[in-house]
């Protein structure tokens, strides 16, 4: 994707998951907003995206970060919301092993309180190690955790898989986790 179109849909990002205000929206209580509102109040905050280029980045954004509603007429973020909404996912059983990518300075935080959320609604977690050191390395050199999602399962931790295929759960206590 240009890099044109890569800054619009991280503005999107923006909008959909953290501050629609910034162009004057609401979201739904499940994230959704209509594409025309949306469009609409785009254009008039001077940040216009017009409908080609909206289904060019819902189709070919790296991570599949937007869903569009099944009628064609609503849009939301699929995961990585920091605001109160309720993507109403159902509890999945994950992989017995989940993989979660950070970087050194947080290793001791870490074994103490083991992986929190913090601004984001969920912890991200991915099946694959290689999508783990690239998330990772967005800070730093990736250090790769790897998490006992079966044994967090077995207890009364659930798990959810987001639209996009990122793994999803509110806490993960240190003694879930295998630090490399
Ligand atoms: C760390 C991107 C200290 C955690 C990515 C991470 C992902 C702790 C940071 C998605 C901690 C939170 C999410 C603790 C967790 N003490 N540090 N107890 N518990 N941390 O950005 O997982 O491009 O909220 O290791 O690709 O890095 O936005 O989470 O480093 O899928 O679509 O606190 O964001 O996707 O950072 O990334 P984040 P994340 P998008």
Do not use: C
Not at 67 to 79: C, L, W
């Amino acid at each position: 994707m240009e890099k044109r179109l890569i800054n619009k849909s991280k503005f999107l990002s923006l909008v959909l998951r953290h501050r629609p205000e910034a162009i004057d929206i609401a979201l739904d209580e499940n994230g959704w907003v209509s594409i025309d509102v949306l469009l609409q109040a785009l254009a008039s905050s001077g940040t216009p995206i017009n409908s080609d280029e909206l289904k060019q980045i819902v189709r070919e954004n790296n991570k599949k970060r937007f869903t569009i509603s099944e009628d064609g007429a609503r849009i939301r973020a699929a995961q990585g919301h920091s605001i109160d909404v309720d993507p109403k996912l159902q509890p999945v059983e994950p992989p017995s092993v989940l993989y979660h990518g950070t970087v050194a300075e947080f290793v001791p935080s870490i074994r103490q309180e083991g992986l929190r959320r913090r601004s984001r609604q969920f912890v991200h977690l991915s099946a694959d190690k290689e999508t783990a050191r690239a998330v990772g390395m967005r800070r730093g050199r990736p250090i790769v955790l790897r998490v006992d999602a079966g044994s967090m399962n077995a207890g009364e931790h659930a798990f959810f898989l987001s639209e996009n295929g990122v793994w999803l759960t509110e806490h993960v206590p240190a003694r879930f986790i295998v630090f490399p």
